[in-house]
């Protein structure tokens, strides 16, 4: 039997802890609990703790508090967590506690808990889509790849946004019991056992809003109405009234990535949303953005967001017939 | 601002809760909570809940407490309802709150419940695929769904097993606010907005065994024997030594399906362990499984499962290399 401690804290999201000790708790039913795992919830005081959703939980143990070592320690993520988390208690336990266990895995935003605890220099992570670019600027040694559902480094283990915190814990259950309890715990909860595409199938295209009256303003709005057109760097300088050069250097620096990435990007952007919201035909699709032809416009999704364009229809594809009227009897 | 009371009980499944709520509380976080939602959790008794995977909730608010109406209600499941539920408490509650409110949604095994509040009668709903026998056989006047993901009758509204209670909160979602934000809150959440296929893809073929010694215990053998090959009734009806008539009647009334579907059904088990664990082409699979055809092998897949053989492979292969070691560092 394993013992895993899940780290709770106030404004927590409740969906980081439910969705890894579900996993783990059917392995139990499976298995039996000896051969499963020791679930408990772990916070800093022990008061009752009220999550984003408002889900009020009681700690099982307190840290500080005599216990038998944890093999494994979950850290969940929150809404606020981005923005900053000063419990000390916490922070010093992580330290204290990540060189001895088997693994020390975050959820979510609980990537900023172990990168505030110092326990991600010099190590690859993930976390939630919204929040990686805030994430790179707080832990710039830290490598980030937000396109990943989980990445291990070591024995920290982040992973991407809320429920990708199923997708970690049911790897560990694989690697613990074996494919097939990992499949069956799956089938139980209504998952897949392997997602199709990474994180960023879910995200839009964060890219930093040039400055108001900058020149690259001017190129991006003029990407924006020529998307469906071959565009070529040259065109976007003169529109830009830069040399080649130094209009590349010059987006790279505001935009982060390069003129051409971003144009991809951007064609990916709107052809995901024409997917989502229209019957169009792929290749209609693929030419109103420019890709020229299904076939790159297949080659780009999934150099970027690991998933075809079919794929994605089928996915996100939402009815958009008029909300109902609710109805009371 | 509609108000969601979340109902509690000893050994709930903690998914079922924390799936609905994170939904409904995203969109307050998208909307401000004054467009969005008030999320309660209910319990019969003050005292602290603990779910099946050992969180420890503390309701907000109690059965019977003063309070404001709800507009909807939701009912999470957990592993001990399909064997029986005796708060008669929390059964009052539901029998008198259930034609007052809006919406009333159970999750997972929580259509037991309301089945056993009598809400389901003459009703239509579904609940997890690994109590449909039993659910039917405790609610005969309810036509059971196994198949679909959520399904709505007046103001009840089912949901399949475990996290389709994120499925069946997503669609509340859009008729509330549209299908913006519910993409918007899907993709926080790192979800799909829509699933692919319905319940059985995640479902073993579960059919009553045949008593030992009875004929149809021979047939069945015999099908497991033979499902590469072209089998008809009348071969089996030979197995079991009767007409053809009679073997038919028979086996119906022991399998509770027809020995075509029965056929069909072992053959579509056979080919998904197959996409499973193996990387034998589709063509393979579909002549190894008595399909005869790709073609054949994806319609029948359509029609049981909603979901293509290609498409069954990518979202349940798993990587079967031996599980690896347990690290310490």
New interface residues.
């Given amino acids: 039997m394993k013992t895993i401690a899940c780290m709770i804290f106030p404004n927590f999201?409740?969906?980081d802890?439910?969705?890894p000790?579900?996993v783990?708790?059917e392995v139990n039913?499976l298995l039996g609990p000896e051969k499963g795992y020791e679930?408990?919830?772990i916070a800093s005081r022990p008061d009752?703790v009220v999550?984003?959703?408002?889900?009020?939980?009681?700690p099982?143990v307190v840290i500080g508090q005599d216990h038998k070592p944890f093999d494994m320690v979950i850290i969940a993520g929150g809404?606020e967590i981005p923005f900053g988390f000063d419990d000390t208690v916490a922070l010093d336990w992580l330290r204290q506690i990540q060189?001895r266990c088997?693994r020390c895995c975050s959820i979510c935003t609980g990537a900023f808990i172990l990168g505030y605890a110092g326990l991600l220099d010099g190590k690859k992570a993930t976390t939630h889509w919204?929040h990686t670019d805030r994430f790179r600027e707080f832990f710039s040694d830290t490598l980030l790849e937000p396109e990943k559902i989980y990445v291990r480094s070591?024995?920290i283990l982040t992973s991407?946004?809320?429920?990708?915190g199923?997708d970690l814990s049911l790897a560990l259950v694989?690697?613990?019991?074996?494919?097939d309890i990992?499949?069956q715990v799956?089938?139980?909860?209504?998952?897949?056992?392997?997602r199709?595409g990474g994180?960023s199938q879910?995200?839009?295209l964060l890219t930093p809003a040039p400055a108001d009256g900058s020149p690259m303003q001017k190129v991006i709005e003029y990407i924006h109405q020529n998307t469906h057109r071959r565009i070529q760097n040259a065109e976007l300088a003169t529109v830009a009234g830069m040399t080649i050069r130094t209009f590349s250097r010059y987006f790279s620096k505001e935009m982060k990535v390069t003129p051409l990435e971003y144009l991809e990007l951007h064609r990916i952007e709107i052809a995901k949303m024409k997917l989502?919201t229209t019957s169009r035909s792929m290749k209609e699709i693929a030419y109103e953005c420019g890709f020229g032809s299904t076939e790159n416009m297949r080659l780009a999704f999934m150099r970027r967001i690991s998933i075809a364009p079919s794929n994605y229809r089928?996915?996100?594809?939402?009815?958009?017939s008029r909300?109902?009227q609710?109805?009371?009897?």
């Fill in positions: 999201q409740s969906l802890v439910s969705g000790l579900d783990f708790s039913t679930l408990l919830t009752p999550a984003s959703n408002g889900m009020t939980l009681v099982d809404p060189p088997e919204l070591g024995n991407a946004g809320v429920t990708a199923i694989r690697e613990d019991h074996g494919a990992a499949l799956a089938k139980r909860l209504l998952v897949v056992a392997q199709q994180q879910f995200s839009p989502e089928q996915l996100f594809t939402v009815n958009r909300p109902s609710p109805r009371r009897s």
